[in-house]
């Protein structure tokens, strides 16, 4: 029996592998003359970013860390004394009483933040279409917060103030809004909701833009009222935008301070000196800048522990709602 001879296949010397950015169609060839200065190119362009990200935010943070394990007070050489300003931090009656001040802010704040940004957004996505409405809501945002606290201070003064004279006209008798000790911190969280709302509304609204019409219109065949279908439609739809929404403004609120050196300087008897009030106060009232600079650090460890379970949060909702 005849033996087929099998032609031998014919070899051909390896290739050199090109390296290229990217795969598939469209790749680019990192070693073509068209695009070999790329990578410099590109740190070029970011260097001025990088550079003031260092010098603006790196640097400070880890002066600010190695000022808070000393004793230092400007016109003096710093002074090692480790966990002294936190140890000094953590039997501080002032501290933890502003800390509770700031929270109850906090708490004031984002509730009512909140609340008023998701019935605005609602009537904007529902009722409105109009651009001019929309930049209106957004106004106050793009206000100064200096301007915004020195007009609502004279708004709200206990004699001369816009809204006493209100309120006396209706029969009512004058509050005392940024002087007494009840109405210190509730003036201030309205004033901080009044200058961030139109901002939080408007990412509500960008959030409700993403919900298909559909949605609605199977709620309206089964027979659901506008009421039903925002608590039992709009409402879960929108879990991920409002634990965003959340972070953001937790964070924000926990940081307020000009609002308040306008308004009340931590006043009265410091029924509004939240922690970036005393931190001020520490640091260039007192010069003590060692022991603001730990109280500094303190709150950035309150503002990570927050973050870190609100981005899980973000997280376990976004799972929700793939699933």
Do not use: C
């Not at 935010?57 to 230092?72: I, K, M």
């Not at 009537?123 to 200096?146: D, M, N, Y």
Request: aromatic share 10%; proline share 5%.
């Amino acid at each position: 029996m005849a033996l087929l001879e099998t032609p031998a296949r014919e070899t051909r010397p390896p290739q050199p592998a090109t390296r290229r950015r990217g795969r598939g169609r469209g790749a680019v060839d990192a070693n073509s003359p068209a695009h070999r200065g790329d990578a410099r190119l590109a740190w070029v362009l970011i260097a001025p970013s990088l550079i003031g990200f260092a010098v603006f935010a790196v640097y400070p943070t880890l002066r600010g860390l190695y000022l808070s394990f000393t004793d230092f007070a400007v016109l003096t050489p710093p002074t090692w004394v480790g966990f002294d300003n936190y140890a000094k931090l953590a039997a501080d009656d002032v501290f933890w009483s502003a800390l509770g001040v700031t929270v109850y802010f906090v708490a004031l704040s984002v509730t009512m933040s909140l609340a008023v940004s998701i019935v605005t957004a609602a009537v904007l996505h529902r009722l409105t279409s109009s651009t001019v409405i929309r930049g209106l809501i957004i106004l106050p945002f793009l206000i100064s917060a200096v301007v915004a606290a020195t007009v609502w201070a004279w708004m709200l003064d206990a004699q001369l103030g816009i809204v006493n004279i209100a309120i006396e006209a209706l029969g009512g008798d004058g509050v005392r809004f940024l002087t007494s000790r009840e109405w210190a911190i509730p003036s201030i969280a309205l004033i901080n909701v009044w200058k961030q709302m139109g901002y939080t509304s408007i990412i509500i609204f960008a959030g409700l833009q993403t919900i298909p019409p559909t949605v609605y219109e199977a709620g309206r065949i089964d027979g659901a009222s506008e009421l039903q279908m925002f608590r039992r439609l709009t409402l879960p739809l929108l879990r991920p935008i409002l634990a965003l929404v959340l972070v953001l403004n937790v964070i924000g609120a926990f940081q307020v301070f000009d609002i308040v050196q306008v308004t009340t300087k931590g006043g009265p008897a410091n029924a509004s000196n939240v922690l970036q009030m005393l931190i001020y106060s520490k640091a260039f009232g007192q010069f003590d800048f060692g022991y603001a600079s730990a109280m500094s650090f303190a709150l950035f460890a309150i503002l990570l522990v927050i973050t870190f379970l609100q981005m899980r949060l973000l997280r376990a909702n976004e799972s929700e709602v793939s699933a």
